[in-house]
């Protein structure tokens, strides 16, 4: 084949080297603007799995790298004058000019032609190749001349950076977060070579433009940030080699992704490699990663599938299948570490202490969780462990273990919770005229026994009209408070679970019918009247007609949480979460997709705020001082012109003025047209942004399916309780299983089902050395 890789970054060098090891007969070209031996850039970084791939495919290449790579294992932390360091991380930095004279080198030995001081901007240069590889950056022209085809997603994120080096040599990948008058600087640090380590300087724009730095030239934006970090730099000078940038050289890093990644323009089969397909923050260190193994997973499909001109549409169809999915994790990883350093003055830097900030910035990316820590450094998480535990109130004796952040206390007021899983409340269609029962009775006290601090009951209606489905709890006439009084004291007498009871009224979305027969659609027969902020439907077409409340039903309504509350303080209820989420009646006031009301409880959040304000201030008000009160709400609508996260930390601020202790993170379901964005612990950011913006208590639910899950949440500080819902119903011992899972021993188990707790733990155990065993072999 003849190839021909336009841009002589690692991307096209290295696989112009892979296809031309693999067969020489190919004839290979690689196209580059500079000069030979000449490129730009400090340091750059990528991890050890990369390099045990590149030992496979090019020993040669890889042996070259090593000898002038620096490894290191360990990411040391400069914050509010502490110094963390924690190991096991891995990572290879080298500088990218050696980088790339390395893959010049090897290219030269094996006959790939290279051509420098060529400035190729088009493919249709090369009209008698048959593969073109646009490995031509950030910027590829190839790219933008094939635009409507690649639909490039290009987004300019807010942060300025400036990429600088010293002479002044670290031995970790190093962080440095220095705040100013006018806001917080970080810098990300690592030893590239024996004389001089990559400096990046990073901070927000307001902070930036504050500082005058978008009029400062590079010499002064130097000055500047030796100034800022003259207590670690200590005399070590800064440099750029970016002269040949105007201004300041302060840049927004740009993520670039691409919908297709190949195109034939005619005569030549033309596919995006590196930066000109995708690009990675820096945070994680992976566009050189990418780079390289783009390159080898195209390699490895014409090795494959045969590396002869009829075979390049199938190879590249199947390349851009493969790759695009690595690339996506690694990007939507990037993207998570790249928003932490975005935020991190105004989330993380004055609210958290050292310990707890080193935890957060090593999750960032969330690929890396609590038992992942464990295993990179054990020593470091063992003294987070102990300070984490010692700060809940439950400092471990001298020789003692602390217990996972997960098995630690909580205080809320009067109540103090025995760790930080509670129960999610979630419907069971199983009252009789709201009465609940012995299957109530039954649900609820298996998972009291189970090992969550706290129980939730599902959603309790504060009037008949109010209930969702005919088989939803009431708490609105005697009858309902001694049902539910019979089953708080059995919680309270066999276990040492906590009982909270979540009230609410199901405004639009009720007079439906139970899940099982139909979820959200309105009963066959037999309706009652809908009531909503505004007039509304929630199923377009198929839903009852809400219609808009007037001032003395909203009295009314208020009344009647009043009544709800005052029962369940009498029903011997620990806690109680005030329900204004998931498009209910107090959500359909805060949401502007269903509130369009004009007088004093519509327009503005101020303004839609208002009456679930009011509800909570008399509910409030109704419930003992001493037991808690938590609101959940809907933190993100998922459609455009809804509630935003923004809005969330508003609501969240509104709240706790008016008294709440917590609140609890729940989103969507207030709109049909809704397009959540579903993963693992995928609510959970709402709850770290409120728990940090706003100054008040979360509990994080949603996709919370382990030990490893919770114990990130609530050891980074996104959230004080973690809310699992539905692997509690799978197994109502969920907590007790984890606990064994995780190898924590001193949890207590109900008397009656203690001689099954060494055989669970014994299982988990054999299952571990299994693992090891079978991971070594």
Known sequence: ?????????????????????????????????????????????????????????????????????NHWDDIELGFKGETIRSGGHGFVGIGRKKLLNILQRRCEALDVKLEFEVDADSDLQYPDADLVIASDGINSRIRS????????????????????????????????????????????????????????????EHVWLAHGLDQADQDQSIAFCEKIFASNLQGAKLMTNSRHLRGSAWLNFQRVKCEQWSHFNGRSHVVLMGDAVHTAHFAIGSGTKLAIEDAIELTRQFKELGDSPENIPLVLERYQALRHVDVLRLQNAAWNAMEWFEVCGERYCDQLEAPQFMYSMLTRSQRISHENLRLRDAKWLAGFETWFATNAGQA?????????????????????????????????????????????????????????????????????????????????????????????????????????????????????????????????SGNWPVVSASEQQYLPGVSQVAKAMTRSEMDTVC?????????????????????????????????????????????????????????????????????????RISANDWVEGGITPTDAVAIARAFKKAGADMIDCSSGQVSKKEKPVFGRMFQTPFAGRIRQEAGIATIAVGAISEADHVNSIISAGRAD??????????NPAWTLTEAAKIGYTPIAWPPQYVSGKSQMESLFQREKAQAALAAQG
């Open 1 to 69: 084949m003849n190839i021909v890789c336009i841009g002589g970054g690692p991307a096209g060098l290295y696989f112009a080297l892979l296809m031309k090891q693999n067969n020489p007969a190919h004839e290979i070209t690689v196209v580059e603007r500079n000069k030979p031996y000449d490129t730009f850039g400090w340091g750059v970084v990528f991890s050890d799995a990369t390099m045990d791939n590149m030992r496979i495919w090019d020993p040669q290449t890889a042996a070259d790298i090593e000898v002038a790579f």
């Open 145 to 204: 001349n094939y635009e409507a085809v690649f639909k490039p997603d290009v987004v300019t994120r807010p942060n300025r950076f400036i990429w600088l080096g010293t002479h002044k040599l670290y031995d970790a990948f190093t962080f440095l977060f220095e705040k100013t008058e006018h806001g917080w600087f970080q810098a990300h640090i690592y030893k590239f070579d024996d004389t001089t380590t990559t400096f990046i300087v990073e901070c927000p």
């Open 396 to 524: 471990p004796a001298p020789g003692q273990s602390a217990p996972p952040p997960m098995f630690t206390p909580y205080t809320v007021r009067g109540l103090t919770l025995k760790n930080r899983v509670v129960v999610s409340p979630m419907a069971q269609y199983s009252a009789v005229e709201g009465v609940v029962g012995d299957y109530h009775l039954v649900h609820l006290g298996a998972r009291a026994l189970g090992g969550a601090a706290m129980v939730f009951a599902e959603m309790t209606c504060v009037s008949a009209h109010g209930r969702i489905t005919p088989g939803c709890p009431g708490m609105y006439t005697p009858e309902h408070t001694a049902a539910w009084r019979r089953i708080v004291d059995w919680v309270h007498s066999h276990s040492d679970a906590k009982f909270a009871m979540q009230i609410g009224h199901a405004g639009a979305k009720a007079s439906t019918r139970v899940a099982w027969e139909g979820i959200d659609k309105p009963l066959a």
């Open 559 to 631: 009344q009647a949480f009043v009544v709800s509350t005052q029962a369940a303080a009498l029903a011997g209820v620990d806690w109680l979460e005030l329900h204004c989420a998931h498009g209910y009646l107090l959500s359909s006031f805060i949401s502007p997709l269903t509130n369009h009301r004009t007088d004093a409880y519509g327009g503005s959040l101020e303004n839609r705020l208002r009456y679930p304000l009011e509800v909570f201030a008399a509910v409030r008000a109704a419930w003992p001082s001493e037991r808690p009160m938590s609101v």
């Open 721 to 730: 309780l973690c809310a699992v819902a539905r692997p509690h119903l799978a």
